[in-house]
C-alpha cells in the first residue's frame, strides 16, 4: 500500500510538472504561436493553486521532499499573478471635483441566459453614460432594453454586440470581420463631444491563433485612431499584440486600475479577456471590475474625461 501511495504521489507531481512546464513556456513565448499560445493559456493562479495544494498535502503526509519542490515551483506562479498580471498598487489619478466625468460601463453579458431583465437593473444602478454590450441575445428587442435607461437613449446594435448612450450614436459599420474576429466602429455625440468607439469581439476558440487577429486591432487603433476599443477579445491583457499598443493607446486597467484584474470566469476568474483601450484624449479617473450571478464575465466601469477634438476617421 505504502508503494502504491508513493507511486501515485511520482504520477501525480509529474502530470503538475507537465502543466507547469506548458505554463512556463508559454509564459516566454505567449501567443507568438498557436501552440505557445495554449501554454500561454494555462492560468498562473490555477498553476500556483494547484502546486501549493499538492505540497500542502505532500507535507501532511511528511513527504518533504515533494513538498519542498511543488512549494518551489510554485513561487514563480505565484509571483506572476500578484506583480505581473495584476497590479495592487492604486495609480495617481486625475481630481474631478469640479467636473462630472462621464461613466462607460462595458459587459459580456453571456446572452442574457441568466436573467436580461437583471442584467438591466445591474447597468441602470450603475448610471452610465453609454454601455457597451457583447453576446446581446438575438432575440431579444434592444429597444425595449435601452428604454429602462430613459427617453434620451438611443442605441445601435450589430450582431450580438450593442451599444446604448445618452445621446446620439451613429453605426458606421465593420472595420474588420472575419469568422475568427470582429471590429465594429460607432461614434458617439454627447454634450458638444464626439467619441469614437471600436466593439471588438474575438471568438473564443482554443483552435483559433489569436496573435493574427490582435494584430488588426492595433493597426485600426493606428490608422483609424479611435478614442476607446472595448470588447471581448478573448485574449490575455499580456498578449503580444496587446501588450505593444500604438503611441498613446493604453488599458484602462493600467491607467485607472488595481487589484484582480481578472474577468471571466465568475465566480472564480482566471483570465483577463474584457478589454477597455483608450487613446491620447481620453483622461481615465477610475476603472473598477463589478461581479454579478448573471453573467459568466465580471462587468467594466470606467469614469473618464475627454480633452482635445476627435482624429477619428470613419473612411
Known amino acids: 500500500m505504502k508503494r502504491i501511495s508513493q507511486k501515485s504521489c511520482q504520477l501525480s507531481l509529474a502530470g503538475f510538472g507537465i502543466l507547469y512546464f506548458g505554463w512556463l513556456i508559454g ?90 431583465q437583471e442584467v438591466q437593473q445591474s447597468l441602470a444602478s450603475l448610471e452610465p453614460e453609454i454601455i457597451v454590450l457583447s453576446e446581446f441575445p438575438g432575440d431579444a428587442s434592444l429597444e425595449n432594453f435601452a428604454k429602462l435607461f430613459g427617453e434620451n437613449y438611443s442605441a445601435v446594435s450589430e450582431g450580438n454586440l450593442a451599444v446604448i448612450a445618452r445621446g446620439q450614436l451613429l453605426a458606421h459599420g465593420w472595420h474588420s470581420k472575419s469568422q475568427n474576429s470582429k471590429f465594429w466602429s460607432v461614434t458617439w455625440n454627447y454634450q458638444g463631444q464626439t467619441v469614437s468607439v471600436v466593439v471588438a469581439d474575438i471568438l473564443a476558440n482554443v483552435s483559433v491563433h489569436r496573435n493574427p487577429e490582435l494584430k488588426k486591432l492595433t493597426k485600426i487603433l493606428t490608422t483609424h485612431k479611435p478614442d476607446f476599443l472595448v470588447g471581448d477579445l478573448n485574449s490575455p491583457r499580456r498578449s503580444l499584440a496587446l501588450s505593444q499598443l500604438p503611441l498613446g493607446y493604453q488599458h484602462a486597467y493600467h491607467s485607472a486600475g488595481s487589484g484582480i484584474g481578472y474577468t471571466w470566469p465568475v465566480p472564480l476568474p482566471m483570465y483577463s479577456l474584457d478589454h477597455c483601450i483608450h487613446g491620447p484624449r481620453i483622461v481615465l479617473v477610475g476603472y473598477e471590475l463589478h461581479s454579478t450571478i448573471r453573467s459568466d464575465h465580471r462587468l467594466q466601469v470606467f469614469d473618464f474625461l475627454i480633452i482635445g477634438k476627435t482624429p477619428f476617421l470613419t473612411d
Open 27 to 116: 509564459q516566454f513565448t505567449r501567443d507568438s504561436t498557436w501552440l505557445g499560445g495554449l501554454c500561454f493559456y494555462v492560468p498562473s493562479v490555477l498553476v500556483a493553486t494547484v502546486l501549493f495544494m499538492f505540497s500542502s498535502g505532500a507535507f501532511i503526509k511528511k513527504r518533504f521532499r515533494w513538498g519542498i519542490l511543488a512549494a518551489f515551483l510554485a513561487v514563480p506562479a505565484l509571483f506572476t499573478v500578484l506583480f505581473v498580471e495584476n497590479s495592487f498598487s492604486r495609480p495617481n489619478l486625475q481630481s474631478v471635483d469640479s467636473v462630472s466625468p462621464i461613466r462607460l460601463v462595458h459587459w459580456n453579458i453571456f446572452g442574457g441566459q441568466l436573467g436580461l
